[in-house]
């Protein structure tokens, strides 16, 4: 099976850093699969997403070695625009992710920005909307919107670019027990779909939905053994 997302002995130094926040990860994510990764806060989770979704180092500083690869091509062999359409990421806080009055808006940025036909812009919003459940919010403000919902729009804004990566940072941290259920099923979903997913979490708890799981501590990634007790207690 394909692996649309690969990392090659990926090393990150903040600037300044002589000794770097992680080193030597390698990792595959095929299609129709989650991949659970798993870390205490300030262990380089979020610096690790934003190396997977071309944030760094086409946006953000730092040094970053070895490559992560989208298909067959890395992603320092990529414009922002173009690793939208491949990969989406999904924050912690989806206020973040969230800035114009109206739902349908927030949906149709993205492709608006790749200059899609706008026939095919209203039939991306209506199929995004229609995914995550959100069919009849598109007038609505999003900023008035609960946790959960928001979280869904951010997710729909994705998903209207049609990524065939996905990447969860944290996404659930944030949201009520029902709003969770709501993310889970949808990844359910997208594995289902054959998408390739990554979902981020400092609760190992919320991983049930993976296929496997990997912890980031020390700087190095590993096959997570389950025993969450012997980090969580540092």
């Known amino acids: 099976m394909s692996a649309p997302l690969r990392i090659r002995d990926l090393a990150y130094f903040f600037c300044g850093q002589d000794r770097p926040l992680f080193s030597g990860v390698n990792l595959a994510v095929r299609a129709g ?15 690790l997403c934003h190396c ?10 730092g040094d970053m070695h070895g490559e992560v690869l989208l298909g067959e091509t890395s992603t320092r062999d990529l414009t922002p625009p173009r690793v939208a359409t491949r990969l989406g990421i999904v924050f912690q806080n989806p206020d973040t992710q969230l800035f ?3 739902v349908e808006d927030e949906v149709a940025f993205g492709p608006e ?3 899609v036909p706008v026939e095919e812009i209203d039939r991306r919003v209506s199929r995004a909307l229609h995914t995550v459940g959100l069919q009849e919010f598109r007038e609505r403000n999003p900023h008035r919107l609960s ?3 928001k979280q869904l729009v951010a997710l729909a804004s994705v998903l209207s670019l049609q990524p065939e990566i996905l990447i ?5 941290s944030q949201l ?3 709003g969770r259920k709501r993310i889970l099923a949808l990844i359910e979903q ?3 779909q054959g998408k390739a997913v990554v979902m981020v979490e400092h609760n190992p708890d919320n991983l049930g939905v993976a296929d496997r799981t990997m912890l980031l501590h020390d700087g190095e990634l590993t096959r997570f053994d389950g025993e969450w007790h012997r980090f969580a207690a540092l």
């Not at 798993?38 to 610096?47: A, I, M, N, Q, Y």
């Not at 944030?55 to 500083?61: A, E, K, T, V, Y």
């Not at 969860?168 to 659930?172: G, K, Q, S």
């Open 190 to 192: 997208m594995r289902d």
């Open 176 to 178: 009520d027990a029902e």
């Open 168 to 172: 969860f940072d944290e996404a659930l």
């Open 113 to 115: 920005n790749l200059c």
């Open 100 to 102: 114009f009055p109206r």
């Open 147 to 149: 946790g959960g919902e």
């Open 52 to 61: 997977m979704s071309g944030i760094i180092p086409l946006i953000r500083g």
């Open 33 to 47: 699969e989650v991949v659970g990764i798993v870390g205490l806060s300030g262990s380089g989770k979020t610096t």
